[in-house]
């Protein structure tokens, strides 16, 4: 055994006052220290009691935040110890580098029987990941008609609703009554475990209405479900993007909504939970584009994160020798005027954070759909008004400042000129940078942040060196 007696008889004591789900986590939200530090022993001393009472029957979204805490190896072998008992689904809570890590240690029938308990949206969640061969062997331990459902998931294309949805659901005919429907829900034992919408189809599964579980329970037995449903609240197509379907449900507060084909037959639902995650994964993605990281995870190999950040620093490089030739074409003036080298990385540095803001703010109203054509030259000449405020505001700032450290005047003015040129360009870049590449078709997250910097930085060392070189060269002659 690895662990002393005094370890032993340490966890012994936590056995006795079992952790419940709240316990795991420190004031600060992370998993507590101690608790790891139990785990860890229980894992090297092989201690299934302990991991069965303080482990096995944690919350998915628990066991996650344990699993992307711990080791690799404490990770594999966590798993391996648990068996049938640990919960599949903890892998929709962690990045993909973990979850195939785990996967790929799982014999495949192992992992068949876990799906066959899981909801079909997670246990698509899962499968995506796997190559077609470990996909087809899967599927085909599994009865036939939840392999018909996930596969049929499987075959729309990634990031829409249709790989998002769950395939089951409750759907009845309009002819049905109330009661009729009632003893069905009762009695029919492959309905979902939770559903808050009924579906009304045709014989041809083409979707007809919706009642919402509430009027079921109100109306009387007798009633006939056709004159009680409602035409359904924006159905989903299923190959629509899954941001834009979380768009649907953030406008109509939505809880759940119906998935149909191109034939607009019933072919699943997208739950609230569901929509939750895919807004915090494309708020995510959002994030990491406009930093140009792409989708890195911090699970990710070092090779693997520095491919994924390397692209853009390249590009980053080729746009800043461009900023180095313009700076080359006044060095004459930077070698008689030291000030200017000096002063110059506040000019483009106030510059490039202005065009940050606008950007961020751009990009964020692109993804969510709230800038269009129709708003777009309003909020360009706002970001322009913007702009200019914000360039008299620092320029008076920054020109008196240089005036007074340098002791002249003429110092000052010109940087005051050349900042307040630099900031209408940087709101102008900001926004309309944006707007380009999304109207050709590029993802503004990604491509963005390069140019404005490149635009900023390019416009404030021409307008200050610029303006200094004519200034210099009036005073002289």
């Known amino acids: 055994m690895s662990g002393t007696g005094e370890q032993d008889n340490e966890r012994k004591v936590v056995d006795d006052d079992a952790y419940d789900g709240s316990d795991i986590y420190a004031e600060d939200g992370s998993v507590r220290s101690d608790y790891l530090m139990h785990v860890g022993a229980a894992i090297a001393d092989r201690d ?6 303080h482990v096995a029957r944690l919350h998915a979204s628990e066991m996650g935040d344990l699993l992307e805490v711990i080791q690799p190896d404490q990770r594999r072998a966590l798993v391996s110890l648990l068996g049938e008992e640990f919960d599949l689904s903890a ?6 580098a973990i979850r195939l890590d785990i996967v790929e240690h799982l014999p495949n029938e192992q992992i068949a029987a876990a799906l066959g308990e899981m909801d079909s949206d997670d246990a698509v969640y899962i499968l995506e990941d796997l190559d077609q061969e470990d996909q087809e062997e899967i599927l085909s331990k599994l009865p036939f008609t939840e392999r018909v459902r996930l596969r049929r998931s499987l075959d729309y294309p990634e990031s829409t609703a249709g790989r998002r949805m769950q395939t089951e659901f409750v759907a009845v005919p309009p002819f049905w009554t109330v009661g009729q429907t009632i003893d069905y829900m009762r009695e029919d034992d492959d309905l ?6 009924i579906f009304v189809i045709d014989p041809t599964f083409k979707l007809l209405g919706a009642l919402d579980l509430d009027r079921v329970l109100r109306t009387k037995r007798s009633v006939k479900i ?8 924006h159905p989903v197509p299923a190959e629509m993007d899954q941001e834009e379907a979380a768009q649907l449900f953030e406008q109509y507060d939505l809880l759940s909504a119906a998935v149909v084909d191109e034939n607009n037959r019933l072919v699943g639902v997208l739950t609230i939970d569901d929509v939750v995650d895919v807004i915090q994964e494309e708020a995510e993605e959002d994030l990491m584009r406009l930093g140009g990281v792409g989708d890195e ?3 990710d190999s070092i090779i693997d994160a520095s491919r994924s950040r390397v692209v853009w620093l390249l590009v980053n490089l080729v746009t800043a020798f461009l900023a180095a030739s313009v700076i080359s074409l006044f060095d004459a003036t930077i070698q008689q005027i030291v000030a200017l080298a ?3 990385p506040i000019v483009a540095g106030m510059g490039g954070n202005a065009g940050s803001q606008t950007m961020t703010v751009t990009v964020r109203a692109l993804a969510t759909r709230n800038l269009d054509i129709h708003n777009a030259f309003r909020v360009i000449r706002r970001e322009a008004g913007v702009g200019l405020l914000n360039g008299l505001l620092f320029g008076v700032l920054i020109g008196l400042a240089a005036g007074a450290w340098f002791q002249d005047i003429n110092i000052g003015g010109i940087i005051a000129v050349a900042m307040l040129i630099n900031m209408i360009a940087a709101a102008l870049a900001g926004i309309m940078i944006p ?5 050709f078709g590029a993802d503004p997250a990604v491509s963005s942040a390069v140019f404005v910097t490149t635009v900023t930085d390019v416009t404030g060392f021409f307008a200050f060196l610029g303006l200094a070189t004519w200034w210099f060269s009036i005073s002289m002659s």
């Open 48 to 53: 299934l009691l302990y991991l069965r009472q």
């Open 91 to 96: 892998l929709t809570e962690v990045d993909e």
């Open 226 to 233: 056709e004159t009680i449903m409602r035409e359904t609240n």
């Open 342 to 344: 000096v002063l110059m």
């Open 192 to 197: 979902p475990e939770s559903f808050t919408q």
């Open 297 to 299: 995870e911090l699970s």
């Open 435 to 439: 707007l380009l590449l999304d109207r």
